[in-house]
């Protein structure tokens, strides 16, 4: 399976606020690197605030990096002039949280289909086959054409930013909390969806998540953020080597009460992106955290079964090669 993007030390700052106060330096993104192939889905986890969104509007380069690089299908975009990357765009799409802000209460569903091909300078020899054809796709009726947002559920609109994104046939969707915004039930029918259009399209998916029990039923790679910072990377069914990642997955939610376990619950505050301690920012958190923490960054390394840690005292069960555990 080739490679269809490759993010290396991927950072963000934002300049904080305040007339009087000293400018200080937020750090939302910190040293991000990952590929993802073509046809896989990643899963990018971690609590509120933590760099997600961020890191996806850094990799459709919709704001600027402070630092890194983001190389999709072989391109660097930081290369691409304008009006190429505006071409490139066409095959990155983006799915929102919130389908109500992805669509313009003004617009029909009709006119929000047709949209992109509008800014994208692109000719339809009938509109409202393609309009039909994308509704039908998403599983709508092509009634729905004519309605306008307010009269749809928000599953409908959800479906109706699905079939937007997927209009110009691109390679890669970005999908920000897709079903953050939805009913239970309503969640699974979109990720079944997606689900579907993934195989019938060959899609590939960056899935972003603060509910690591979805994103390990739904994606291929889990890769865990903690401030900014991949904390982990491994396969979906992999056991968590960070004590973070343990947390995460402990207090997520698991339908089967026989396959609950014990919570542990996450004590302590996250610090600031304003004042990064020197060492690991979980410290204050981590039930296995020693002198060496507080004062040193562990750095990201491979462990024997590949998985991706950055933790000084890693969890042993994901240290050790499978046939040892
Ligand atoms: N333009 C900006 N200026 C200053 N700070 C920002 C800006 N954009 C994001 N941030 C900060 O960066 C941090 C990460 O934000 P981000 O939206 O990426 O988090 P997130 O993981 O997507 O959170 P959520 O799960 O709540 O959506 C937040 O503390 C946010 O306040
Ligand atoms: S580096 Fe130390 S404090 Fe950080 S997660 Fe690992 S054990 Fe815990
Ligand atoms: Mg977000």
New binding site residues.
């Given amino acids: 399976m080739t490679e269809l993007l490759k993010v290396t030390g991927l950072s963000r700052r934002f300049a904080g606020g305040g007339l009087f106060r000293k400018r200080k330096v937020f750090h939302a993104v910190s040293d991000v690197s990952f590929t993802l192939k073509r046809g896989q889905i990643l899963g990018i986890v971690g609590e509120s605030g933590c760099g997600k969104s961020t890191l996806a509007r850094l990799v459709l380069r919709l704001i600027d990096a402070s630092e890194g690089q983001v190389t999709f299908d072989g391109v660097d975009m930081a290369s691409l002039p304008r009006r190429e990357l505006r071409r490139l765009r066409q095959r990155m799409q983006l799915v929102f949280q919130d389908p109500y802000s992805a669509i313009d209460p003004r617009y029909s569903v009709r006119d929000a289909l047709l949209e992109p091909f509008k800014v994208q300078g692109v000719k339809l020899g009938s509109p409202d086959e393609k309009v039909a054809s994308l509704l039908d796709m998403v599983g709508l009726n092509t009634s729905l054409a004519r309605s306008y947002p307010h009269q749809l559920s928000g599953g409908q609109k959800q479906r109706v930013g699905i079939a937007r994104a997927l209009a110009l046939n691109p390679s890669l969707v970005v999908l920000d909390e897709p079903t953050a915004s939805l009913d239970v039930s309503v969640q699974a029918q979109i990720v079944s969806l997606l689900e579907r259009l993934r195989h019938e399209l060959g899609l590939t998916y960056l899935f972003i998540s603060h509910d690591l029990g979805l994103v390990r039923y739904f994606c291929d790679q889990v890769l865990v953020m903690y401030l900014g910072r991949v ?1 982990e990377v491994m396969p979906s069914d992999a056991e968590p080597a ?3 990642t343990r947390a995460l997955l402990d207090s997520s939610f698991e339908p089967d009460p026989r396959q609950r376990r014990t919570i542990t619950r996450l004590s302590g505050e996250v610090p600031s992106g304003y004042d990064l301690p020197a ?5 204050n ?6 002198d ?3 004062g040193v ?2 750095p990201l390394s491979t462990l024997p079964n590949g998985q991706q ?6 969890l042993i069960d994901a240290a050790l090669p499978a046939a040892c555990r």
Avoid: E, K, Q, T
């Avoid at 060492?279 to 410290?283: E, W």
């Fill in positions: 904390v960070h004590p973070y060492g690991c920012a979980f410290a958190r981590c039930p296995r955290v020693s060496l923490c507080r960054l562990a840690v950055a933790c000084h005292n890693p």
